[in-house]
């Protein structure tokens, strides 16, 4: 009797129509935009930090400006806060790992071995430039600021991560409140503001009015930073990163890639390279 119902419940599963195994991959594109969707989330998370600032605060995001000094021709700030008592330039970074540095090194390192510029060095050109657009009362104001994400775990110098130095490194998630206690010692310091409603949107319109939106002209100085990396090997910013995840890899892996047609000229993690090279065949 129990084989006779073994087989009719066999029989009844036969009998039923089956189900397509469909499986949807990903478009190729959707998979190259990852670690573009992973920098726009992280300011994203800025833009929500920077809107939680008192209403005396204003802030211009993304900003490209002349510098004739940097070897584009432009320079790319992330972020402006103008505060009361002080001007951030604030430079955000989508790394992955831990990041090792120190005030008397010109490079960083990222787990170890990856090498990127000290981001503190590259903040400090970026505020020279805009320091050109400023009446030179405003200059000694500023403030650098450099965010990583919480996927980061810094081994830095501790006083970077003291209010009352004037170079402070945080978490993308923790930058409205550092800023604000930054703010609070500038307070206890100075007794009156040191920039007015006036001065601020007086340096706001100059800032705006310094910004190059112009496409091309953005497009162009972008090309030029991928030339200058390319062409000098020595150069401490460069890092490579997988296009997928955004994981720092090692020149033997770049090189890999870049030598396989089959990657298209973009460069994967090892874990990503078995995932490209499956969905190529």
Not at 29 to 41: L, S, Y
Not at 92 to 111: A, M
Request: net charge positive; hydrophobic share 30%.
């Amino acid at each position: 009797m129990l084989l006779f119902l073994n087989f009719l419940k066999k029989k009844k599963n036969e009998d039923k129509p089956k189900q397509a195994n469909v499986t949807t991959s990903k478009p190729r594109k959707e998979n190259e935009q990852v670690a573009i969707r992973k920098g726009e989330i992280g300011e994203f998370k800025i833009d929500i930090q920077l809107d939680q600032l008192p209403k005396d605060c204003r802030y211009l995001s993304d900003l490209l400006v002349k510098n004739p000094k940097s070897k584009s021709g432009y320079s790319q700030i992330d972020h402006v806060v103008l505060t009361p008592y002080g001007i951030f330039a604030i430079e955000t970074k989508n790394y992955q790992g831990t990041i090792y540095g120190g005030k008397d090194r010109k490079t960083w390192l990222v787990n170890g071995k990856f090498k990127m510029m000290n981001p503190f060095v590259q903040n400090y050109g970026h505020i020279k430039a805009l320091t050109s657009f400023i009446d030179k009362k405003y200059q000694d104001l500023f403030i650098s600021m450099v965010s990583f994400t919480e996927r980061c775990t810094f081994k830095v110098d501790l006083d970077y991560r003291k209010i009352a130095s004037d170079e402070i490194i945080v978490y993308d998630v923790e930058l409205s409140e550092f800023i604000h206690r930054k703010v609070l010692v500038l307070k206890i310091q100075h007794k009156e503001p040191l920039l007015n409603e006036s001065d601020i949107k007086t340096i706001f319109n100059a800032f705006s009015n310094a910004n190059i939106t112009d496409p091309k002209v953005r497009e162009e100085h972008k090309h030029a930073l991928k030339t200058n990396i390319s062409d000098d090997k020595t150069n401490s910013g460069s890092i490579s990163t997988c296009t997928v995840c955004n994981k720092p890899v090692s020149d033997k892996v770049k090189s890999y890639c870049l030598a396989n047609k089959k990657f298209n000229g973009k460069i994967y993690c090892y874990e990503h390279q078995k995932k490209a090279h499956k969905k190529i065949h």
